[in-house]
């Protein structure tokens, strides 16, 4: 089953945003086995917005669209796909009954008489079938248009999101099965590398796949400072697909070895937390170039609070010493950027804030303030532990977010390798993370 995915609004074309709903669907419609051959994107002008959607139903079996369901003037899809299906607009009466209770809720008189152009955003073509919007207000539908069904969406990611979860996936599944196209069953893993590029990986990966293993993939995806490493499986049934996946797994895992910090859809921060909380340890953060960048990514998760004690931005050297005792001998001998001071500016975190673990970052991010023996790029940071402190020296010559990102994966990375496990793997990671 062949989709097209349209996305629809002049801030895209003018690339004043960027496109994530287009990515977001197509991951979704590839759970489900749906191949998205195409994605367009068109100006809120209506003889655009009807080309397009002319040129997608011609050539797809299913159209998603999104955007142009708001309650402004330039919100034309419904009124374009109204025309194009050959019937006429009509307001959605639960759309409408929502809306009245969300502004009588929050105490606006517009919950007694709504004004015409609120009502623009619960319209849809007449007969359609509706999908609820859990988050929004503006009603997804679906109506065919030359045969084909046409989907449409608003334009939030947040209500695309809940508006999948609460019954698109399910329909479009009927769509997929409905439609009678390939009996393809897919079996994937998302496994997620940091440490190493792709070429790396895929230097690793090498001959994992037999020249004769139809229906397996592997693909690579920068997702910077991560590595996410895809492998897929296509086979007639379900459990043959899982099959095979289960066997090439084992073997990916070994060739990749502890640069694999996870699989499926848990990110480095996610998982630090969560087995921060697990451990019952708590963490402090002592940071220079990073500016307070570890600490943003710690608290992200509900419930950090109990992990997350506090942390220090000592850009200046003074600070250093003032915030976390690091020796004004240190810094005069050593520099800011070196060994022994992030030893005390780590040591120095976990004594002010009382955690078991405090991490301490220091580098020449650019593009100024680099010399021969400490180019820009140049990043020393250190673990904190009860029993020793870990030390990490980074040479990385990229942009000055590029090198503050990366200080900081490498700062949850330590972390993550100094807490307990049973898991070899973990075992491996730490080993490899903590020199």
């Not at 609004?9 to 759970?31: F, K, Q």
């Not at 999101?161 to 069953?185: F, N, Q």
């Not at 379900?238 to 990110?267: I, K, N």
Request: hydrophobic share 45%.
């Amino acid at each position: 089953m062949r989709a097209e995915i349209l996305t629809i609004g002049d801030e895209l074309c003018r690339g004043e945003i960027v496109d994530t709903n287009s990515s977001y669907l197509a991951a979704r419609l590839w759970d489900l086995g749906i191949t998205t051959r195409w994605m367009t994107s068109c100006n809120d002008d209506a003889s655009d917005i009807a080309a397009a959607l002319r040129q997608a139903t011609a050539r797809a079996d299913v159209v998603i669209c999104s955007g142009g369901l708001g309650p402004t003037e330039d919100d034309l899809t419904v009124d374009v796909t109204a025309e194009l299906a050959g019937v006429p607009v009509a307001i959605d009466e639960p759309a409408r009954a929502k809306m009245e209770a969300f502004f009588t809720a929050r105490g606006d008189a517009r919950g007694q008489a709504l004004a015409e152009i609120q009502l623009r955003q619960v319209r849809v073509p007449a007969g359609s079938r509706v999908h609820g919007n859990p988050l929004g207000l503006a009603p997804c539908f679906e109506l065919p248009i030359g045969g084909i069904p046409v989907i449409c969406l608003p334009g939030f990611p947040r209500e695309i999101s809940g508006i999948w979860d609460h019954s698109l996936g399910r329909r479009l599944a009927e769509l997929r099965e409905a439609g009678g196209g390939s009996p393809e069953r897919i079996a994937r893993r998302i496994y997620r590398a940091f440490g190493r590029g792709e070429s790396q990986l895929s230097q690793a990966c090498r001959g994992l796949l037999a020249d004769d293993d139809r229906g397996a993939s592997i693909h690579y995806q920068v997702k910077f400072p991560e590595v996410l490493v895809k492998l897929v499986v296509r086979d007639r049934a379900q459990d043959a697909a899982d099959a095979r996946l289960a066997a090439l797994d084992a073997d990916l895992r070994e060739r990749c070895g502890p640069v694999l910090y996870g699989d499926g859809e848990e990110t480095l921060v996610e998982r630090v937390m969560r087995r921060l909380l697990a451990a019952q340890a708590t963490v402090a953060t002592a940071e220079s170039c990073t500016g307070g960048m570890i600490g943003e990514m710690l608290t992200r998760m509900p419930g950090s609070s109990a992990a997350f004690q506090g942390g220090a931005i000592v850009y200046s050297n003074a600070e250093k010493v003032r915030q976390l005792g690091v020796a004004e001998a240190t810094l005069a001998a050593h520099g800011a950027v070196s060994e022994p001071t992030v030893i005390e500016m780590a040591n120095g975190a976990r004594a002010r804030f009382a955690t078991r673990l405090a991490v301490s970052v220091s580098g020449v991010a650019g593009p100024d303030g680099g010399t021969p023996e400490k180019p820009v790029g140049t990043v020393w940071l250190a673990l904190a532990t009860p029993d020793r402190t870990h030390t990490r020296k980074l040479s990385w010559p990229g942009t000055r977010d590029q090198i503050r990102t990366i200080a900081a994966w490498w700062a949850l990375s330590m972390i993550d390798a100094a807490l307990p496990s049973d898991a070899a793997r973990d075992q491996a990671r730490a080993a490899w993370v903590l020199p």
